[in-house]
């Protein structure tokens, strides 16, 4: 059974960036879209981003657009979360997974597919 392990996070100030990683097996990072959550304390989950098989990419979060970016390292089976000029707003734990489709899903349903145990992101000066 396929299992995520997201690492990469910590503490930055707002303006930094931050690389996130999403590891699971080779076949399921390559063969499957890959999606990224997030969720803070007392606010709504929300979807950041999807890598489709192909590449093609879903943006979920508008205010992620311009700042935010996904790809995936085939050769060792690694997706990563590239987030520039952080603020305190990303202030959340960040999540990976999959549905196990090949393209990305329209919204994000946790309830559907698997997860990784999450990496905290913190911005604050």
């Known amino acids: 059974q396929a299992q995520f392990v997201e690492s990469g996070g910590g503490s930055v100030q707002p303006g930094e960036s931050l690389r996130l990683s999403c590891t699971a097996s080779?076949?399921?990072?390559?063969?499957?879209?890959i999606t990224w959550f997030r969720q803070a304390p007392e606010k709504e989950r929300e979807g950041v981003l999807c890598i489709s098989n192909r590449d093609s990419r879903e943006y979920y979060l508008d205010s992620g657009k311009g700042r935010f970016t996904v790809f995936r390292d085939e050769a060792v089976g690694m997706v990563y979360l590239q987030m520039d000029i952080l603020k305190p707003e990303d202030t959340a734990v960040y999540y990976c997974?999959?549905?196990?489709?090949?393209?990305?899903?329209?919204?994000?349903?946790?309830?559907?597919?698997?997860w990784g145990q999450g990496t905290q992101v913190t911005v604050s000066s």
């Open positions: 997974g999959s549905t196990f489709h090949a393209g990305c899903p329209l919204a994000v349903d946790v309830d559907d597919g698997k």
């Open positions: 080779k076949f399921v990072i390559n063969h499957y879209s």
